[in-house]
């Protein structure tokens, strides 16, 4: 099993110009998360998805948008892109399961994607 | 919305030293998790530990869900534990969304 991956890695843009960061796994999980990581502090979740055709708005969604077309997939897009969107994004994954003392829900990220807006 | 707060935010330990981080969390949580992001970036899963203790190795870990705050042990430790480390929760709802401290930033000398 790969686990969570991302492609790229790292990325230069001019402001203004647009890519797509993707996210694939193959844990069959439901749920998939974009964040973003600043200097200094942790995770921020930028849009997540409940499920294949789902997604919604997290924390700091200005800016960015997803699809998630097929299960194993989560694609960030960035439309105009801006040097606030410097970062490193993370994507990350899990399942939930009803367990006897509640639920489980432990998510898993991939390697990241270092991203740089000029 | 829920606060994750972290301390310390910044320890140096020699090599072989023991310590102890903290994790306070403002209201009730389903789940926490503890992460270490080594030096290359990469978020490592060290312990899913909503409530209990659990051991894994040099490391350990303790949530008490009542009084709303967690602990990670680390004993004997060396220079490759160096890194930064994350508490994270999920205050429940049908999202997991996760919340995270801002961190504990760790360096090991030999």
Not at chain 1, 61 to 83: I, M
């Amino acid at each position: 099993n790969a686990g969570v991956t991302q492609t790229p890695k790292f990325r230069v843009l001019k402001t203004g110009q647009s890519m797509t960061l993707l996210c694939a796994q193959d844990m069959n999980h439901e749920y998939m998360y974009w964040y973003r990581q600043d200097p200094g502090m942790g995770l921020r979740l930028i849009h997540y998805s409940v499920g294949e055709g789902t997604t919604a708005k997290g924390e700091v969604p200005d800016g960015y948008n997803v699809s998630r077309l097929k299960k194993q997939n989560f694609l960030l897009g960035l439309e105009s892109a801006a040097p606030s969107q410097t970062s490193v994004y993370f994507c990350a994954s899990s399942y939930s399961a009803l367990i006897r003392r509640g639920s489980y829900n432990e998510q898993f990220f991939g390697p990241g994607t270092r991203l740089t807006v000029l | 919305g829920i606060q994750v707060e972290q301390s310390p935010p910044d320890l140096i330990l020699q090599e072989g030293a023991n310590s102890t981080l903290r994790c306070n969390f403002s209201d009730s949580v389903n789940n926490l998790q503890w992460f270490h992001q080594n030096p290359w970036g990469q978020l490592i899963n060290l312990f899913y530990i909503p409530s209990g203790t659990k051991q894994n190795g040099r490391l350990s870990a303790t949530t008490v869900a009542t009084e709303r705050y967690s602990l990670l042990y680390i004993s004997s430790s060396q220079t490759t534990d160096s890194g930064v480390y994350f508490c994270a929760v999920d205050s429940g709802g049908a999202t997991n969304k996760l919340i995270f401290g801002t961190g504990t930033l760790l360096a090991v000398q030999p």
